[in-house]
């Protein structure tokens, strides 16, 4: 398979530029800039993209790389930090500028590079840099400039070494999705092999092979990896796999049975499903603890301990499938240089318990959203392909205080409404905007298609998690003439990128107000409704 592999110098963005090369539908992987040349070069990429990076070239210490990378006779994109470095190594200069560029840049193009080829002369482009390249290398000419930046862009075609200064991979560059395709099509040379049916065929005849008849054993929490990586097994092996879901009683209102629809005996696939009802057991549990680390804990190792029960009545198995993406391995620091771990994420961890010989990762190649469009090429239905993130710890975390079965019936009640209603309100936007409703999707749409409809198409505010959390503040209230003493409920809805960052969306007021009043009318035990707008950081996402 073609490889474009995008050298990683700790700039904010790099999964992004990984991202968007395969949006280009061209194979791509992160790596740190501590690689060995000679191992990189052995990966045979097509091209290589240096990111940018939170130093200056010219530091002492600074992320660096060598000569010969430029020497290899492969196209080299370098970006920001990347760019300066490519400069700096061949013998040109950068300098600290007066003021730093920062933010939507006018920029003019040379539409003669191959890089900018068949784009706008003029358009906008998203600068964030201090330092500036003040002379170029030898051999290199400008192919962009700002009224700031006298080389925005540069190349080098004989030697095929090319810089940009600012950040095509990020949204706010108008055409930088066209200039990334350039350089890996046109410039690297790559056809765009790298597509979903494709990796969905390939995975299977991959899966069989290394399974041949052997037992396989999944934890299905009915998220979108987990059921993704069950039915891509049960593609690949059918009845020798084994699926395990825990229904721990913290889930939203009736997604416990939507998971079993979709897997279970009636459901199209062919696995063996075991579904575990242990709602009382996590409420017995739980009585009584308000501490939300202890919380956490309790649910993490509940989880772990019926895992590992069930897995002793299956007895030995051969592999164990766990549902790791890309992200988690870049962010562990396996492949990029980002080393954050997000620990709370990895609730439960591995089973101490469990007989198995080895572990399986399916999706350890695929970004989320392409995890999303394996899901619809394998058939799963969308409520499950587009499913919110949704914490391991599920309500258990969206309940503040001690948890009860009263209190989850309230945060899964409050939570279908706010749903429900935001989800109208986008479709109700579709309708007026001729989205959809005839213009829109016909039953033979491919996945792609569904894909662009269900991700692209949506209004400006809808955010990408939302959910409704149950404060443990109760307040006095009237209700026809009584005096009421009742719960607030917090609506929680936020945009972000990466969920490393977010900011609370701008839900239109109407929507808020109608999912006030039917949530005041509808669920028992509520009498205040609050909006939370809290970004993170300071806040987190999720309230505990
Ligand atoms: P926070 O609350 O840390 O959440 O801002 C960031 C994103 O991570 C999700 N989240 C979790 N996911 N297990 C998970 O699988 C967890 O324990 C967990 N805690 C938070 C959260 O929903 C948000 O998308």
Redesign the pocket.
Known sequence: MQKIIVIDFGGQYNQLIARRVRECQVYCEITSWRTPLDKILAEKPMGIILTGGPSSVYEEGAATCGRELFEAGIPVLGLCYGAQLMMQVLGGKVERATNREYGKTRTVFDTRSALFAGLPESSIVWMSHFDYISRMAEGFTSVAHTDNCPVAAAECVEKKLYLIQFHPEVLHTEYGRQMLDHFVKDICGCDGDWRMDAFVQNQIRVLRERIGDGRVLCALSGGVDSSVAAVLLSRAVGKQLTCVFVDHGLLRKNEGDEVEAVFGPNGPYELNFIRVNAAQRYYDKLAGVSEPERK?KIIGEEFIRIFEEEARKIGAVDFLVQGTIYPDVVESGLGGESAVIKS??N?GGLPEHVDFKEIIEPLRDLFKDEVRKVGLELGIPEVLVFRQ?????GLG?RIIGDVTAEKVRIVQDADAIYREEIAKAAEAWKRENGIGGGTGLTENATPQERYDYAVRQNPAWMPD?YFAALTNMRSVGVMGDERTYDYAVALRAVRTVD?MT?EAADIPWEVLQRVMSRIINEVRGVNRIMYDLTS?PPG???ME
């Open positions: 956490r709370h994420h609730v993130p949704f914490p391991g710890p975390i998690q969920f977010a993170k987190t996402i999720e």
